[in-house]
């Protein structure tokens, strides 16, 4: 338990003997069968592959784990990434672990404070750019061709290499793939990612068929579904508030050659999920994380039967990762008493045992 994912599944990841074997615990996520949902919606078997339980919260750390020991592999110091948090945090983690300097490049006032106060504990230097995720990404590669410093934003293909590694824990826990998988999508490296992991499973004969890979933006940024660029992405859920998605190419293909679908939710829709997942089946995950369990509660309101089928929601991001959102989308007031019993008793309204019969 706990060796990590470069020991688990170094032989179908791109290791050499000079690859230092990094790892922080990442992999071994929990798949959690669903307790409400999958009676409430008539699935057959639903199930949440955890991904906020790895080292820093989230899946980002499957990747950065093997870019950043094949960066320190190749010689170099320092690690940079543009981040709308959670590869941030992944990077900032990592790069410490290994002893390396990381640089993050995040958009100014959009990233949620868990995630900044993770790069800040890690030591990594920290810039936030005046403009959205897309474009501190392109100045990240540009930085990047430049000068002597190792992007590890998932167009660095270590990135795929890693997360694929989810893919294989799910077939290995259910014995073969589910019929369909159901994902967030914004940069849309972990779609691909997924999709990779899942076809060379089956050409090794792991598992009979690959899933339906169902992938979900949020409607306010939304260019895979729409085939449009987004200039001015917006959404409740900031991890996935992206316009111009480096992987667009290849979600695509995943969608097409697995006979599934990217589409969009609002993020009404995605703030119902977050709220159900936590209040019935007790799952706190991030907005972004929410957007493909309402993406499969809004297919199956529309007509898709799952009666016969298995399904994989992935959660990709702890709930803590975003404690803001919990407080703009419930209104739970806080209650207050005086520290003595009876007082605490009647703000909770409670009646004593029996207490009618005395
Ligand atoms: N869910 C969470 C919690 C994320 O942080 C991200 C991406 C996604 C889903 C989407 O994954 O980009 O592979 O399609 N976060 C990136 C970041 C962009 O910088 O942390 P994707």
Known sequence: MGVGVLLRYGQYLPMTDATPRLTLGEGE?????????????GIKELYFKLEGCNPTGSFKD???????????????????????????????????????????????????????SQAIAYGARIVMIRGNF??????????ADEYP????????????????????????????????L???????????AYWRGFTEYRALGKTEHAPRMMGWEAEGAAPIATGKRVDSPNTIASAIRIGNPASWQSAERARDESGGDIATVSDDEIVEAYRLLARREGIFCEPASAACVAGLMKNVRQGLDLRQSSVVCVLTGN???????????????????????EAVAKVLNLERAGSAKR
Do not use: W
């Open 182 to 192: 159901y994902i967030p999508v914004g940069n849309a490296g972990n779609i691909t």
């Open 149 to 180: 410093i190792s992007l590890v934003n998932s167009v660095n293909q270590h990135r795929i290499e890693g997360q694929k590694t989810a893919a294989f824990e799910i077939v290995d826990a259910l014995g073969d793939a589910p019929d369909h």
């Open 62 to 116: 499957r990747g950065i784990v093997v870019a950043v020991a094949k960066a320190k592999e190749a010689g170099h110091h320092t690690i940079l990434c543009a981040s709308t948090g959670n590869t941030s945090a992944a990077a900032a983690a990592y790069g410490a672990a290994a002893g390396m300097h990381c640089v993050v490049l995040v958009p100014k006032g959009n990233v949620a404070m868990g995630k900044m």
């Open 319 to 341: 709930g803590l990762k975003d404690p803001d959102i919990v407080y703009q989308v419930t209104n739970t007031p806080l209650e207050e008493a005086t520290p003595d019993l």
């Open 134 to 143: 897309d474009r501190a990404l392109e100045v990240a590669r540009g930085l």
């Open 29 to 41: 996520t929990p798949l959690v069968r669903s307790k409400f949902l999958e009676r409430d919606l």
